[in-house]
């Protein structure tokens, strides 16, 4: 029995649901009961009747799951699989923020710590940013903590987004520049170039069409172009082609690879489940707060 079959054995034995992010290593991936980006799989974090839920992920995606299931054990993966991103926006920044901007409403990126979402009138993904934002009853919005997602929304939205922190960014996608994509159409003529919200926006605005991870497979599926260019982390890839073999998939960079989503291997994996380890715990003040504006998504979208 190879590791991935042990994982898969243990898993059942323990009653036991993996999780696990587009962006891990295929190996991982291969093992998934679900496979998605953030959305998706909150959505199956909220549904599942697992008792035990591993998340192969980051933290804040954990974290999440740990909102919607206070009472199932949530674990993480690889505990230092930490979010750069969601680092970069503290509850004090909001508060702030909060002060300044008085009769806006808060709209957080799931990508961003427990503590923030407790403060968030509600939640977003890439996925359904703009659609959240304009659901909410102020004609401002805060919107973190992600700057290129807020101005993503801004440009498409009748409110007014700002971004909070004003310089917050993913290094995955602000790695992925103009001169690499223009690079990458050279070497693909033909490709359909499919690019991340929270890539910077002049590689935006020269992209055939823009979404989150979910986005892209859809768009894929449904487009006729049989060669495509993806602007996001490089293991995106892998799940694309997996899903559709008939066409081929390129990455605008290959160099665009998540540390902290590497930090998973699947010998973490079947060590945390083996061991039960790197279990996520939450205040249950906090849990309360969050699980407000993180419902509030859901039912939105």
């Known amino acids: 029995m190879n590791m991935q079959e042990e994982i898969r054995k243990i898993l059942q034995e323990k009653n036991a649901v993996l999780l696990v992010h587009n962006y891990q290593i295929p190996a991982v991936q291969d093992i998934a009961d679900f496979l998605g980006d953030s959305l998706g799989l909150a959505r199956k974090a909220q549904e599942t009747e697992a008792d035990t839920i591993l998340?192969?992920?980051?933290?804040?995606?954990?974290?999440?799951?740990?909102?919607?299931?206070?009472?199932?054990?949530?674990?993480?993966?690889a505990q230092d699989a930490v979010c750069p991103m969601a680092s970069q926006l503290l509850p004090e920044k909001l508060i702030s923020a909060k002060r300044?901007?008085?009769?806006?409403?808060v709209v957080l990126y799931v990508n961003s710590s427990a503590e923030c979402k407790a403060i968030a009138d509600c939640c977003c993904t890439s996925a359904n940013?703009?659609?959240?934002?304009?659901?909410?009853?102020?004609?401002?919005?805060?919107?973190g903590p992600d700057r290129n997602l807020a101005l993503y929304v801004n440009k498409r939205s009748e409110k007014r987004v700002i971004p909070v922190p004003a310089e917050g960014f993913c290094y995955v996608h602000r790695f992925i520049d103009f001169g690499q994509l223009q690079r990458?159409?050279?070497?693909?003529?033909?490709?359909?170039?499919?690019?991340?919200?929270?890539?910077?926006?002049?590689?935006?605005?020269?992209?055939?069409?823009?979404?989150?991870?979910?986005?892209?497979l859809k768009i894929a599926g449904e487009s006729d172009a049989r060669e495509f260019l993806i602007g996001t982390e490089r293991e995106m890839v892998y799940r694309l082609q997996k899903e559709f073999p008939e066409k081929k998939f390129f990455p605008v960079a290959e160099t665009a690879v998540c540390g902290?989503?590497?930090?998973?291997?699947?010998?973490?994996v079947y060590n945390a489940i083996k061991r039960e380890q790197f279990e996520v715990t939450l205040d249950r003040e906090i849990i309360e707060k969050a699980k407000k504006p993180i419902e509030k998504m859901l039912q939105i979208t």
Do not use: W
């Not at 300044?100 to 409403?105: E, G, L, T, V």
């Not at 909410?136 to 919005?141: A, F, G, K, L, Q």
């Open 55 to 77: 998340f192969a992920g980051v933290d804040f995606m954990a974290e999440t799951a740990k909102v919607l299931n206070p009472d199932k054990r949530v674990l993480l993966s």
């Open 100 to 105: 300044q901007y008085p009769d806006a409403d």
């Open 129 to 143: 940013a703009l659609k959240v934002a304009n659901a909410m009853e102020s004609n401002t919005v805060l919107l």
């Open 184 to 216: 990458a159409r050279q070497e693909h003529p033909n490709a359909f170039v499919i690019v991340h919200p929270e890539c910077n926006p002049d590689v935006q605005e020269a992209a055939d069409a823009i979404g989150s991870t979910s986005q892209m």
């Open 260 to 268: 902290a989503m590497k930090k998973t291997s699947l010998q973490d």
